[in-house]
C-alpha cells in the first residue's frame, strides 16, 4: 500500500504549503535601471513577514518610491544614493564597487533586483575583478563569478542578532513557521509508523534504512538520500 508523504502532500498543490504572499508589503528590489546618480531619503522602516530583515523606504528624486533591504547603520532621514560614492546605502553596478567591500542583494542577470545575499545580516565581499567578470564571494564563502554589470547595495544587512535569541517555547517557533506557511513540528521518517513512512516502524530505529535512491525514483520511495554524490564520511 502505497505512502502518502510530505513530498507527494506538497505536490498537489493545496494551500497548505503555499506561501501567503498577498500578506506580504512588496518585493523589495534594486531601483529601475538607469545610468545617472539620483539622491534618494529614507522615510520609514517596515516589517514584512516575507522577508527575514526590515525593509527601508526610500523616495528618489525623479518620484519613484523603492522598498530596499536596510543595511546596518541607516536611520529615517538618511540619504541613500543609485550611482555616485561607495557609501552605506548606496547601489552600484560590481564594476565600480572596490575589492573588499561588504556588499548585499547581488543580481543575477543585470535588472532582475536582486537575487542574492538578502537575508538578515549577511553580505557578501568583491574579491577580484576578471575580464569576465566580477569575482564575489557569498556567505557560504563560494566564490561566484558575476556579470560587470550586476547591481549591488553597500553594506551589510540590518538584523543581524535574529537568530542569537531563543524561542524558547514551542508555541512560538510554531506561529514563525505558520506566519509563510512552513510545516512544523517537522516529524522524522524513522519516528513515525509504518502505514506512514518507508523509514517508520517500531520494531528498531536502525539508521542503515536510508539508502540512497535514485533521482528518477517515484514519489513513494523518494526518500531518505536522493541523488546522493557520495555517503559516509568525508575521508
Given at each position: 500500500m502505497g505512502k502518502r508523504l510530505i513530498q507527494q502532500a506538497r505536490g498537489k498543490g493545496s494551500p497548505t504549503y503555499r506561501a501567503p504572499s498577498f500578506r506580504y508589503q512588496a518585493?523589495?528590489?534594486?531601483?529601475?535601471?538607469?545610468?545617472?546618480?539620483?539622491?534618494?531619503?529614507?522615510?520609514d522602516f517596515i516589517t514584512c513577514q516575507g522577508h527575514s530583515a526590515p525593509l527601508a523606504q526610500v523616495q528618489y528624486q525623479d518620484g519613484e518610491d523603492v522598498?530596499?533591504?536596510?543595511?546596518?547603520?541607516?536611520?529615517?532621514?538618511?540619504?541613500?544614493?543609485?550611482?555616485g560614492e561607495v557609501v552605506i546605502g548606496t547601489s552600484l553596478p560590481l564594476h565600480a564597487i572596490p575589492e573588499g567591500t561588504a556588499i548585499h542583494n547581488i543580481e543575477q542577470q543585470p535588472g532582475d533586483g536582486g537575487k542574492f545575499c538578502r537575508a538578515s545580516?549577511?553580505?557578501?565581499?568583491?574579491i577580484g575583478k576578471q575580464q569576465e567578470g566580477i569575482v564575489v564571494q557569498l556567505p557560504s564563502k563560494k566564490q561566484k563569478l558575476f556579470h560587470a554589470s550586476c547591481r549591488a547595495t553597500i553594506g551589510?544587512?540590518?538584523?543581524?542578532?535574529?537568530?542569537?535569541?531563543?524561542?524558547?517555547?514551542?508555541?512560538k517557533n510554531y506561529h514563525a513557521h505558520r506566519a509563510r506557511n512552513k510545516l512544523y513540528p517537522h516529524i522524522s521518517g524513522g519516528a513515525q509508523n509504518a502505514v506512514d513512512h518507508p523509514f517508520g516502524n517500531s520494531r528498531s530505529s536502525r539508521k542503515s534504512k536510508a539508502r540512497p535512491t535514485s533521482r528518477n525514483a517515484p514519489p513513494g520511495r523518494k526518500v531518505g538520500m536522493i541523488g546522493a554524490r557520495r555517503t559516509g564520511r568525508k575521508k
Open positions: 518585493r523589495s528590489a534594486h531601483k529601475s535601471l538607469g545610468t545617472q546618480m539620483i539622491e534618494g531619503i529614507i522615510v522598498l530596499m533591504l536596510a543595511p546596518e547603520g541607516l536611520k529615517v532621514g538618511d540619504k541613500v544614493n543609485y550611482g545580516g549577511t553580505f557578501a565581499k568583491v551589510v544587512i540590518a538584523g543581524g542578532g535574529r537568530t542569537e535569541k531563543p524561542f524558547v517555547k514551542a508555541g
